[in-house]
């Protein structure tokens, strides 16, 4: 389950934080409130092809974290296990940043990764995210 998303710098967004607790959330708002962006930056963060536009106008780079709970994700958990990369706090954190010339690099819990691993694991959490 994401229980957080952090984005810095990325396309309108100066900063944000968004803790989701568990149960439906929903986002809505007018045209323009960046939704889109929102849905955008998950996709950076889980291994879509990124592109120097996205980054802020001004600013050096984006950088967007996911937090996931895998506690009830026992694929993923293996996944990471087998990597060296689970945590014992039930906790998955994917980092992906930005740079304005538009090279990137991605993060699983702090260790960094290429594109390949990290879409490998996004399938995991986001298969299980759809089944809940």
Request: a negative charge.
């Amino acid at each position: 389950m994401l229980i957080q998303i952090h984005i810095s710098h990325l396309a309108t967004i100066q900063e944000v934080r968004l803790d989701f607790k568990s149960g439906t959330t929903v986002i809505t708002g007018e045209t323009g409130a960046g939704k889109s962006i929102l849905i955008d930056a998950i996709e950076l963060a889980l291994g879509e092809r990124a592109t120097s536009e996205m980054v802020r106008h001004g600013q050096e780079k984006a950088d967007i974290s996911l937090c996931f709970d895998i506690r009830k994700q026992p694929e993923a958990q293996a996944w990471l296990k087998n990597y060296d990369l689970l945590n014992e706090d039930g906790e998955c954190i994917i980092r992906r940043t930005i740079n304005k010339d538009g090279r990137s690099r991605s993060y699983i819990n702090g260790l960094p990764t290429t594109l390949q691993p990290l879409r490998e694991l996004s399938e995991l959490l986001i298969k299980r995210m759809n089944e809940m």
